[in-house]
């Protein structure tokens, strides 16, 4: 057929072409031998962040290291639908196949056997398959859950070189249309007419989450999925004193008594050991999961959990007089306690996304203008309400509507309401390693081990219904009539509408007990832990969060290595 021919020619001619070539990560040819003053693990948007900051200085050789392998087109990834096939882009570069990971799994992007959660091993970890959505935390996330020297007036110099870094918008679509909106239009009537919300530019109005609403931010460029691996690890990567090696798995960190020398690591099936020069240091960058999970079999944790991993041949014969007692490791992980309500109205009108069968139009419209609805994740709006309590304590509420039902709702006028709960909840659990492997999961406190957080989040969906009258929209799978006490029963109760691991993983080596304001794992002398291990529960979601937190790593990494 001529169609499709002429779709890529227009393609290639309209739309610029500023990723064509794929550029694959440095291979260390002559490892052995080589020394590295810096070592990170794992390349999720924070590790990606502080390696490329670290090689800005020419004189330290970096060495970032990623288990899996090539995610984004411009790193080598080349799985994709048909309908791709001639274009610089891979599934992760289209913003509309965002969900589609779910319904069409990736061998080569999602961790196999390597975590028991829901997560990606790739390069840019979750951020090659997340939604992108990038929201600016409030100043008060920072003065109220962080200590001293990460303060608000301490991140702000490092919120500025994200921005000026990363490129991010609220109207991702190439055209400056705002596609498949009857969501965002009703939901603007119900919550802005009804229940007295403001609408506003979310990133613009950082500080406001009380009662907002607006359209989602997204970390894209160009109409494709952005994030650091688009952006710092690009630059980076033409440095000649960095290097990105991935398909090599860190075993553990070779240390003494919190003295590193450098990392085991698994490459093709070889095991072999990559060493730091005296002053150098590794950063640990695999994720609230990963990352304690590491430090853990590099003898680093709770004494008791220790033993247990000795006896079964995990540490790799290391004495017990070498190890790092730190019984913060892995406690505090947190993630979103999740809600799907389904709601429907004639005027609401569904959009699925299709991995191998795109509408023809929508598909061409992408291919041809980065434009339509594959240039966005598919949420339409975002919003946040806060629950205050006797105490003067608040805890922090937010939901998106999506662009299609789900389970057993949907039909063409149903979507589905994402309810999280976010900063000030209760509840958090800690990072179990389970299996004959030993592999890191979450404990079962994460969600709801402490009631109020429960009572919270039913109160922000009770305050929701009472606001729908007159705007057309039902619920379905919970009724509108349901008391607070009613909907509690049922967002802790187990259906496939409530109880969801969001898989905002944090918060599981936290500054102050597992690490020190610099970053440095306490009890180590050259070990850090830089991602989202290290972040308080944010009141929004937490990918831009990470981000800034890398960035006032650097600065505070880069001042101990001077």
Known sequence: MLFPVISL??????????????????????????????????????????????????????????GGGPSYWITGGTERPSWLAGTSLSRVDVPGLYSTIYSNPSTQLLCQNKIRAYGACTIGGNSAINAGLFYEPPASDFDKYFPTGWKYSDVAPSISRLYATQPSTNNPSLDGIYYEQSGYTLAKQWLVNNAGYTELSINANS??????????????????????????????????????????????????????????VNTGGVTSTIGLTAKGRVIVSGGALKSPELLM??????????????????????????????????????????????????????YNYNYDNPIPADRDLYLTKKSGPYSFAGGSCSFWDTVV??????????????????????????????????????????????????????????YYSNPQDAQDIATFIRRLFDALPGTGLTPRNLAQTSSVADIVKYITS?????????????????????????????????????????????????????????????????????
Not at 212 to 241: C, E, I
Not at 332 to 346: C, H, Q, R, V, Y
């Open 389 to 446: 309590h006797a105490d003067g304590t608040v805890a922090g509420v937010q939901g998106g509507l999506g662009a299609a039902g789900y389970q057993d709702y949907t039909d063409n006028n149903t979507v589905t309401m994402n309810i999280y709960g976010t900063s000030g909840l209760k509840s958090s659990g800690k990072v179990v390693l389970g299996g004959s492997d030993y592999l890191p999961g979450p404990d079962g406190n994460v």
């Open 494 to 562: 187990w259906t496939p509408y409530t109880r969801g691991q969001v898989n905002h993983w944090s918060s599981s080596c936290r500054i102050g007990s597992c690490v020190d304001v610099n970053t440095t794992v306490i009890g180590a002398k050259n070990i850090h832990v830089v991602d989202a291990s290290i972040v308080a529960p944010l009141t929004v979601n937490p990918q831009m969060g990470v981000m800034i937190a890398a960035e006032r790593a650097w600065e505070l990494i880069n001042k101990l290595m001077v």
């Open 9 to 66: 020619l227009l393609h290639l001619l309209l739309v610029p072409q500023l990723r064509a070539t794929p550029v694959p990560p440095k291979p260390l040819t002559e490892r052995a031998g080589t020394l590295y003053d810096v070592i990170v693990v794992g390349t999720g948007p924070a590790g990606v962040i502080i390696a490329s900051r670290l090689s800005e200085n020419p004189a330290r050789n970096v060495l970032l290291l990623e």
């Open 207 to 264: 500080a406001k989450k009380t009662k907002v609403f607006g359209h989602p931010v997204y970390d894209y460029a160009n109409g494709q999925r952005g994030g650091p691996v688009v952006s710092y690890l690009q630059t980076a990567l033409k440095r000649s004193n960095f290097h990105l090696q991935s398909g090599t798995w860190v075993q553990r960190i070779v240390q003494s008594k919190g003295v590193a020398t450098g990392v085991v």
């Open 297 to 350: 079999k590099s003898g680093i944790g709770d004494p008791t959990t220790l033993t247990t991993l000795s006896n079964a041949g995990q540490l790799g014969g290391l004495a017990s007089s070498n190890w790092v007692n730190n019984s913060a490791v892995g406690v505090g992980l947190f993630d979103n306690p999740n809600t799907f309500i389904e709601l429907s109205s004639p005027a609401l009108q569904a």
